[in-house]
DNA sequence: TTATTTATGCAAATAATTTGCAATTTTTAA
DNA sequence: TTAAAAATTGCAAATTATTTGCATAAATAA
């Protein structure tokens, strides 16, 4: 079942795909479709599950993963576990991340002053400037327990 | 050639394992000190090969690293790059980096005003809260390039 | 000092990621 | 539209970073 929503970003998947000028797989739709309807972010095997593991092969999520980060379509996420995981990138809705130290689970913190700091780093003479921010913190939840 | 410097760090790092009631090893003693007198961040076998390889196996690098992050002694840097890196966590002087994404140079940044934000995760009802923060842009050296 | 605990070295085991290569799919261009 | 060229995929094997088991050695406690 196909909800129009779905339909909608499974074009834009395509949109996207093909205005960066990579060839239009089916994998690659699937991949980067899943990351538009899903909020990560998600290591590799999380969207090779989630797309149901014979959709294709773990190689070539990491393939097209790759290629999506070297188009700026995708962005990479440290959260401390020692996997790395992606999320779609959203130029308009920039964001940052609390991720709960102990059940893990990841909330999104829609503000976000850093932008005035990166003046500072341009005045150093940087240029192309992107940041990583994330915040650790054991939630209320947990905290109860 | 020890230098006075060079020296007190070395005490320096034997109190701090003290402290934290670890046992006091050759190995500890050799690692840690190299954290307080390099300014890293550096990965597990940076440090290794920066006390010469023989002062220690690779594995008690990461054993060492481990329990020092768990003292609070260490921390854990994300660059992006699919390495891990520690450095010494210097309370006094809590800074971020700023790394060129081609040269992988890591300036310091001292200045930090991410605790003002840090007020709202509190009010979310996180506790123990701690962040990262990374830049990332090209340099003015590869720009000229 | 001797007993007990803890850490180390080494090699083997894991886990995540990358790669080579033949087969398949996608794109290009006639 | 079709054939040739280019790029991607699956699979298995190779890498790379990290962790672990276990016997030995060193550090701490009594």
Redesign the interface.
Known sequence: MKTAVSKKLDQKAEKLIKENNLSLTESRKNILGYLLKNHGPFSVEEIHNGLGNKACNLATVYRSIAQFENSNLVE?R?L?D?I?RYEYKDMKHHHHH?I??ICKNV?K?K?C??SE??Q??RD?????????????????KC?AK
Do not use: N, P, Q
């Open positions: 990479r440290y401390g020692g790395l609390i709960c130290r909330a913190m503000y002053f850093v700091i990166e500072m780093v150093k003479g940087y240029s192309d400037i992107t940041h990583s921010l994330e915040f650790f913190g054991v939630c209320a905290k």
